[in-house]
């Protein structure tokens, strides 16, 4: 089992930056590769960065790219999303995921830790 807790959410105004992390923990976790996802009220949930734990790889939405990075402490078992200059519509849930071959697809993650809220008022 792989265990996901997602930290540092919150209210920042437009312009502003906010990191959110995920610690993760359980056997074999050097194995998965971690993606973010976030979910809108009434929208479904979207890709947003992944990183592959032993290669480093990574790869961003088209509505980030540029703007957040993805990171990794494996001494720590943990990733990170620095996002930068936020936007109202960046407003969502954030999640961390988990999955032995996922990438960009929702469906292609095995775990899912419980979200954390990331508000950027217009």
């Known amino acids: 089992q792989v265990q996901l807790v997602e930290s540092g959410g919150g209210l920042v105004q437009a312009g502003g930056s906010l990191r959110v992390s995920c610690a993760a923990s359980?056997?074999?976790?050097?194995?998965?590769?971690m993606g973010w996802f976030r979910q809108a009220p009434g929208k479904e949930r979207e890709f947003v960065a992944v990183v592959n734990w032993s290669g480093g790889r990574t790869n961003y939405a088209d509505s980030v790219k540029g703007r957040f990075t993805i990171s990794r402490d494996n001494a720590k078992n943990t990733v990170y999303l620095q996002m930068n200059s936020l936007k109202p519509e960046d407003t969502a849930v954030y999640y961390c995921?988990?999955?032995?071959?996922?990438?960009?697809?929702?469906?292609?993650?095995?775990?899912w830790g419980q979200g954390t809220q990331v508000t950027v008022p217009s």
């Open positions: 995921a988990a999955g032995q071959t996922a990438w960009t697809g929702s469906q292609e993650y095995e775990y």
């Open positions: 359980g056997r074999t976790f050097s194995s998965y590769r």
